[in-house]
């Protein structure tokens, strides 16, 4: 715990710019602004409409709530995929609705339009920052995190529909909200034309109500991505013959479950045929049952990520020996103290993943010198590592000089995130000055082998105020950051 000088005047650095450029609109999209205002006419015009034009008016129409020409647009669509980001403005009801409609339309047709190739809508795409429309699958845009396609082998996908509408849901409080509520009775009452395909589901408090009502229909295999957050044990059971289906199952993710799990409890989770990363954060029954957790794996992980969590010292000791994380890309540990815990079988663990780990954040678990140098010959032959993160640990400049000597040797390291010493710290004040003369003889070592990246080196957080101060190779200087 430090605070910083900057508090008693933080208030100053809150100001922010808020200059914003205006930009002058495009001839073109003025255009396109004033045939919308026309909807009869915008619809009208749609057949001279060329293909490449169809995005940003879909999208135009889309944030300015002209529904009749959503709906138009439809069955007319020249590209087989139209993928709605999460970011766009008026994603609602009434928008899902003129989407729907038009889907309605294009199912009636005896005949579709020769122009028309629609054969998937992505809707709430939220897997990338798309902030508008798109024609692409979501599958095919660039980082995707599971370029390995499963799916497609996938049973509950193979049903081949005319149509497939994939979105994600949530499961907020144990309800869904009203606009997904109104897509699965739509969905449902179309079930012979259309696939509603779930990739992502996130369920945050139950209701089994809910749950039962939606895997009537949704087919569990289509789930890629499951988020399982505030439950009690006893949902988890509830869910356990759901999760079983899920046979398609990449990444899963548990947030805040805080009841205790017993052997036999943990026993009963299912078996993930194909799952490629894990994440938990602020689960309990974690500590001292790591092993049965990780049991839940068929093929080894990509990523596993745990964090704000308690870990025993069998924990450790087990993580060498788990088979199915020795080919792990990314691991993370994360605000878990580890001070009191010997590091061996972590630094024996790196050695086992030093074949294919690329990012290795250790972050906030107040490892102390004796601890990082117990790692460092392990950390020292993960030469593919991109990206490795200590922040907030307990090293001094020694040992921190140390830890740098030995990332030096790591010529993939493209970002790179280290603690301020704990020489920058003093009577629990932060000295960022002390940060900003260390810095360039601590980037140098760096520099003698090879050229860095990304390098910052940061301070804790300041207890009272929550700003910190980071050194950065960019700017050559400390900066507090709120
Ligand atoms: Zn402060
Ligand atoms: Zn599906």
Redesign the pocket.
């Known amino acids: 715990m430090a605070i910083c000088p900057q508090c008693p005047d933080q208030d100053e650095s809150l100001e922010e710019d808020t200059m914003k450029v205006y930009s002058p609109l495009t001839l073109e999209k003025l255009a396109r602004q004033r045939l919308l205002r026309e909807e009869a006419l915008a619809i009208s015009a749609l057949k001279d409409l060329p293909n490449i034009l169809f995005p940003v008016m879909f999208e135009e129409a889309f944030i300015n709530g002209h529904t009749k020409v959503l709906t138009a647009m439809i069955p007319v669509w020249p590209y087989p995929y139209l993928s709605v980001g999460m970011m766009i403005k008026n994603l609602n009801l009434e928008t899902l609705k003129a989407v729907l409609e038009g889907l309605d339309i294009l199912i009636a047709q005896k005949v579709h339009s020769s122009r028309c190739k629609l054969r998937e809508i992505n809707w709430r795409n939220g897997y990338h920052d798309i902030n508008g429309i798109c024609t692409r699958s979501y599958e095919d845009l660039p980082g995707f995190m599971t370029q390995k396609q499963p799916m497609q082998n996938s049973p ?2 193979g049903v081949k529909k005319e149509l497939k509408l994939t979105t994600q849901l949530e499961l907020i409080e144990g309800r869904l909200d009203e606009s997904a509520t109104y897509l699965l009775q739509w969905a449902q009452q179309r079930k012979d034309s259309i ?1 509603l ?1 779930c990739r992502r589901l996130e369920i945050q408090g139950l209701t089994k109500a809910t749950v039962i009502e939606i895997f009537n229909f949704l ?1 569990a295999d ?1 789930v890629q991505d499951l988020e399982l957050l505030h439950l009690r044990i006893e949902d988890l059971a509830f869910l356990n013959p759901y999760l079983r289906q899920m046979n398609n199952l990449l990444d899963l993710t548990l947030s805040h479950i805080t009841d205790t799990l017993s052997d036999s409890e943990i026993s009963q989770l299912p078996i993930f045929q194909c799952l490629e990363s894990i994440s938990v954060n602020n689960v309990s029954f974690i500590y001292g049952n790591l092993k049965g957790f990780l049991r839940c794996l068929k093929k080894p992980l990509d990523s596993l990520s745990i964090t704000d969590c308690n870990l025993s010292q069998s924990d450790l000791d087990f993580l060498p020996y788990c088979r199915n994380i020795c080919e792990l890309e990314s691991i993370k540990i994360a605000d878990i103290s580890l001070c009191y815990l010997h590091l061996e079988p972590l630094r024996f663990f790196l050695q086992r993943v030093g074949h294919s780990l690329q990012y290795l954040e250790l972050e906030a678990c107040g490892i102390q010198d004796s601890q990082i140098n117990t790692l460092l010959p392990a950390i020292s032959q993960c030469f593919h590592l991109r990206g490795v993160s200590f922040c907030n640990n307990n090293f001094s400049l020694l040992f921190l000089k140390e830890l740098l000597h030995h990332t030096a040797q790591l010529s993939q390291l493209e970002r790179e995130i280290y603690p301020a010493p704990l020489e920058c710290y003093e009577m629990g004040v932060i000295l960022s000055h002390r940060l900003e003369n260390f810095c360039p003889e601590l980037l140098d070592i760096l520099r003698a082998k090879r050229k860095p990246k990304e390098v910052t080196f940061e301070t804790t957080q300041c207890s009272k105020c929550g700003g910190y101060y980071i050194y950065d190779l960019g700017s050559q200087s400390c900066i507090f950051q709120l």
């Open positions: 509950g996908c696939h395909c087919h289509c």
